[in-house]
């Protein structure tokens, strides 16, 4: 059963999950391929769990051919327990059960077709199952927190990759501290004040426009100025909007087509390299009683943090946990802005 791990001294949280252990021999670059059948294309539904939500053509059955976009329990999950939260100490250290969800979201039944790729009309399908299966995780009083991200390309050197497009999300019964740290810097900005300081980021970049990526009327896409990685990219709606989960339909459309923008420079650019997104959105708040949620329907605001995996962390780094960027954002800026994507997909 996976297992939270609080380190005492600073505080952040360790998942320890021994059901996804990995051997010694696994860890090592050599033996790397492809998977040779791959279970989330379509035809092969038998080999995931059964899928808890799925975007169907007219007359299809659950379970089979005939999705879209379709969403799984996770085989290995990170953390996955339907208990109660318990809460439990060995000495000075403090540990949780491990309770939360973990989702695999499928975003296409081909094999190797990104989203860059995809239609509009079908990434503003992804773009709804992700606000959706966020919102029904709200409903479960015992998480705190959901993460969405992708992980794309190749990170480490594994024995085996599925090269098929998926994002994860991921259920949490605490506020991880990168995302705490975030609130509580954005609440102290508008304590000060009184403004969102995403905003005021969103109103100075569109003044300058040195870094701007790509804009239209609901999203605005930048490299922001410290960026920790080469050719990391912000995709912020204009409106100011603290919770993902609470998106207009009106506006799956523009967030698809600055998405999808976005990753296309990325790879006609860089030549398709690894990356992550992530969704940094508002945290549930079931406790109303929170004096910290007073203002954050104010002081927050959600956004997609797109980070190519250009360069490797190294002792420095970890050590002071500042990154080196060997490409200035202003450059990496111009340089997506002018890259045609036409003809790409």
């Known amino acids: 059963m996976p297992e939270l791990r609080r380190d005492p001294v600073v ?17 090592r670059p050599e033996g790397m391929s ?11 539904e038998s080999k ?15 379970n089979g051919p005939g999705w879209e976009v379709r969403v799984v329990p996770s085989k290995t999950p990170m953390l996955g327990s339907d208990r109660d939260i318990a809460r439990f ?14 989702e695999i ?11 860059d790729e995809m239609t509009l009309p079908h990434l503003e399908n992804v773009i709804a199952v992700y606000r959706d299966r966020i919102n029904q995780m709200e409903s479960d009083p015992r998480l705190k927190y959901a993460l969405l991200f992708k992980n794309h390309g190749q990170m480490i050197r594994s024995r085996q990759t599925i090269r ?3 994002s994860q999300l991921i259920g949490m019964p605490i506020i991880p501290k990168r995302v705490k740290e975030e609130l509580v810097a954005v609440k102290n900005y508008f304590d000060r004040r009184e403004r969102c300081v995403f905003c005021d980021i969103l109103r100075q970049e569109s003044s300058e426009g040195l870094r701007l990526v790509y804009q239209n009327n609901s999203f605005f ?6 960026s920790r990685t080469p050719f990391e990219i912000w995709i912020l709606p204009k409106r100011h909007s603290a919770d993902f989960g609470r998106t207009d339909p009106a506006d799956f459309r523009p967030f698809a087509e600055a998405l999808k923008s976005c990753l296309a420079k990325i790879r006609v650019l860089l030549g398709d390299p690894p990356f992550n997104f992530i969704l940094h959105t508002a945290p549930y708040r079931h406790k109303k009683k929170e ?10 605001h959600w956004y997609l943090l797109i980070s190519p995996r250009l360069t490797h962390l190294a002792g420095f780094e970890w050590g002071t946990g500042i990154h080196i960027n060997p490409t200035a954002p202003e450059d990496a800026a111009l340089l997506l802005r002018e890259t045609n994507t036409e003809g790409s997909e």
């Open 105 to 115: 979201l499928i975003e296409n039944p081909m094999h190797c077709h990104d989203l």
């Open 48 to 62: 995931t769990t059964p899928e808890i939500a799925t975007v169907r053509k007219p007359g299809t059955a659950p």
């Open 291 to 300: 004096a910290y949620w007073k203002t954050i329907e104010e002081d927050y």
């Open 164 to 166: 098929h497009s998926r």
């Open 11 to 27: 505080g952040y949280w360790t998942i320890v999950s021994t059901e996804r252990g990995r051997r010694p021999v696994e860890y």
């Open 89 to 102: 100490g060995e000495g000075i250290y403090d540990l949780m059960n491990g309770v939360g969800r973990h």
């Open 221 to 226: 896409a930048f490299c922001p100025f410290a």
């Open 34 to 44: 492809e998977e040779t059948e791959c279970p989330f294309c379509e035809g092969q």
